[in-house]
Structures are given as structure tokens and as C-alpha cells.
């Protein structure tokens, strides 16, 4: 496989519920990031890891959690979602230091959550 | 405050030239880049601008002016398949901002 590939590509939750969003990448590259788009909003980032640390925290509420195993892998795990959490989530990898730098993403198909 | 601004929509028909501009506003900025979404798809990335001028690729050029804090998207020779959203976004190192999207229509 090649690319960033995400899993599941769509997932109905209740809001009591608890399940993850998987990431992974095949293109050896050393960030991944975690992304939201609502309809008719901006994509909004949630978080950076950066060598598998996290480096961007931006404001996202604690009932989202992303974990990165290692280089290749990153999980965000959902716990009591709210409806208005409904969106697609959408994953991307990049090879920092790179003469592209962090100017070229490269994205996952996305997660499309519906929290009922 | 930091902020893109870009048109909601932009309607042209087959074989036009559209250009789509981009204004920004960051305390931190490294470049700009352009990306192409259409509906149920990823994100795709077009171009990147570190350094002021045109960059061009194919039918398509993105310009960079950093002292205007303005840039665009030139879309030459539209056919059917640009019908799509696209992107600006800055570049605050080690992150990407992004816009909210201008819609392309194009017609026959």
C-alpha cells in the first residue's frame, strides 16, 4: 500500500460511546497530523506529532485523545462526543526538514463521523 | 490576529482562465500553499510559495507576494474535472493553517 490510508472511512457513534480513528503512512515521512473539517469551515488543525511527539495541542477538548506509536501510526481516540463533533477527520503525513518543508501534506481519505 | 480570506465561490466556464486569491494575516509565516478537494476526496496538494514571484506548474501557477501578505491561484485552461474546492494555507512552521475554501464551478 502506498500513501496515508485512514480507517473506518465512516463511523456512527452514540455519545456515550468510545472508538478510535486509525491513521497510518506509507511514505516514511517523520509528522502526522490530525485535522477537522465541518462543512463550510476552514480545516482546522488539532494536533502535530512531530517524531512521534506531540508539538501542537490547538485547544481541541480533552474528549478527543491522539496517541503515535511510532512514525507510521497515529490513532485519535473519541470518548462522550457531542453532535456537533459530527465531521470528517482527516489525517496527513509530511517529511519535515525537507526542502518542501511542512508545505506539502499529504492526506488520508478521511474518517466521517456522525455522533447521534 | 491571524486569518485567510479567501472567495467562497468562483464560477468560470471551459477553457477560461480563473485566478483565486488569497490574503492572509499571521505573526509567523514561512509560505503559502494551495490545495485541491473535490467532493468526498482528500485534499491534494497543487504548490507551495517560500519566496515571492510565480511559481508555475502546468496549467496551474500560484503567486506569492509576502511584503502584499496576498497570494493566488491561477487555473488556466479549465476543463470540467477542476470543478473543485481549493485551498490556501500558511505555513507557521511546522504547521499548516488553512483557508476556508473556494468553491470552482466550472461550466460547459
Known amino acids: 500500500e502506498t500513501g496515508v490510508t485512514q480507517t473506518p472511512r465512516h463511523l456512527v457513534m452514540g455519545m456515550t460511546n468510545k472508538k478510535s480513528l486509525k491513521c497510518e503512512q506509507h511514505l516514511g515521512h517523520n509528522a502526522m497530523y490530525w485535522y477537522k473539517q465541518s462543512a463550510k469551515k476552514p480545516l482546522e488543525l488539532m494536533f502535530v506529532y512531530s517524531l512521534e511527539e506531540r508539538v501542537e495541542n490547538n485547544s481541541v477538548p480533552s474528549r478527543f485523545s491522539p496517541e503515535c506509536p511510532n512514525s507510521s501510526h497515529l490513532f485519535l481516540h473519541l470518548h462522550t462526543l457531542q453532535p456537533e463533533d459530527s465531521a470528517l477527520y482527516l489525517c496527513?503525513?509530511?517529511?519535515?526538514?525537507?526542502?518542501?518543508?511542512?508545505?506539502?501534506?499529504?492526506f488520508g481519505e478521511g474518517s466521517r463521523l456522525t455522533v447521534l | 490576529g491571524q486569518s485567510l480570506e479567501q472567495p467562497s465561490e468562483v464560477t468560470a466556464v471551459e477553457g477560461a482562465i480563473v485566478q483565486i486569491n488569497c490574503t492572509y494575516q499571521t505573526s509567523g509565516f514561512y509560505g503559502l500553499s494551495w490545495y485541491q478537494q473535490h467532493d468526498g476526496g482528500a485534499p491534494t496538494f497543487l504548490s507551495y510559495n517560500a519566496l515571492d514571484g510565480l511559481e508555475e506548474t502546468g496549467r496551474f501557477s500560484s503567486f506569492l507576494s509576502r511584503s502584499d501578505s496576498y497570494g493566488y491561484l491561477l487555473l488556466q485552461e479549465l476543463q470540467m474535472k477542476d470543478s473543485a474546492s481549493y485551498f490556501c494555507?500558511?505555513?507557521?512552521?511546522?504547521?499548516?493553517?488553512f483557508g476556508q475554501g473556494t468553491e470552482l464551478s466550472v461550466k460547459p
Open positions: 496527513a503525513s509530511s517529511q519535515e526538514g525537507s526542502a518542501g518543508g511542512v508545505g506539502e501534506l499529504f
Open positions: 494555507a500558511y505555513n507557521q512552521g511546522g504547521k499548516l493553517i
